[in-house]
């Protein structure tokens, strides 16, 4: 049996190497291929982690995340970006300068600032950078509370957070409520200078690694195949919050999202 590629949409990736294989690159591959979508992937930094924790990164240098970049775009028809470490002020400066070159395509921004336990991945240069040069070209951010308040330091409520980030050009926001305090996670999606519409997930009892890629992949690959922005967000959250509950503890930390959970032939 044969298939047409061309049914297959390609989404391209910068995101940083993660070995333990929970986050990262390895993350978004498995999400994306999970929607049925081709990952073509930018390595931005490396680094050295486990499920515990990150202990290290290094980011590549400029020109090799640019080439790399190049590469594919001149060889394949990119339905979406999707970003996510970047590692630098000077990777966030080339990125911006190949997401202007091809402004019809959507992208979708986990705003990686720090590890599933607290590592600072993003210094307050780059947090700037973020927001100057990449907010402005996003069309879906999907930070948590505590990305959304480094993003938008000066406002003193979530809601107050999600209007900054609105302002700063970002076409729909995803507000992640998975550490609030609160009986449920509250994701809070906004566009248009207005709160379009809450989701409530039942609070599952692990701490997870690769949340937050898992979903952001997810919603790409979905954008990928033709489906408008909430439609995307919506079911992405669905098939994140699934990939969670039937997730697995490999190592020694948190657990890891099942993002192939589907495949399986019963429940968890």
């Not at 970003?83 to 400066?93: A, C, F, I, P």
């Not at 959507?106 to 040069?133: F, I, N, Q, Y």
């Not at 979530?158 to 994701?187: F, I, M």
Request: aromatic share 6%; with cysteine.
């Amino acid at each position: 049996m044969t298939s047409d590629i061309k049914n297959i949409p390609v989404v391209l990736v910068f995101a940083g190497h993660d070995p333990s294989g929970g986050a990262g690159i390895q993350a978004d591959i498995e999400a994306l291929a999970s929607q049925g979508c081709h990952a073509a992937t930018v390595i931005t930094a490396l680094t050295t982690q486990d499920t515990l924790d990150v202990s290290d990164f290094r980011p590549l240098e400029v020109a090799d995340v640019i080439t790399q970049a190049r590469a594919v775009l001149e060889d394949m028809p990119v339905a979406v970006f999707k970003l996510g470490m970047l590692g630098s002020v000077e990777n966030v400066e080339a990125v911006h300068t190949i997401l202007t070159d091809y402004p019809e395509i959507p992208v979708v921004l986990d705003p990686v600032l720090a590890s599933g336990r607290g590592t600072a991945l993003a210094d307050e240069e780059l947090v700037e950078a973020m927001k100057a040069l990449l907010l402005p070209l996003t069309t879906v951010l999907t930070p948590n509370s505590l990305e959304a308040r480094a993003l938008a330091t000066g406002a003193d409520t979530l809601d107050a957070c999600a209007q900054a980030l609105l302002d700063n050009g970002v076409e729909y926001l995803l507000l992640t409520g998975s550490h609030e305090l609160t009986p449920e996670v509250v994701n809070r999606l906004y566009h248009e200078n207005r709160l379009l519409e809450t989701f409530s997930w039942e609070r599952l009892p692990h701490s997870y690694h690769g949340s937050g890629c898992t979903l952001a992949a997810s919603i790409a690959g979905l954008l990928a195949h033709g489906l408008e922005p909430f439609t995307a967000i919506h079911e992405a959250q669905d098939y994140t919050w699934n990939a969670l509950r039937q997730g697995y503890r490999p190592g020694l930390g948190q657990h890891l999202p099942h993002r192939f959970f589907w495949a399986g032939d019963d429940e968890a």
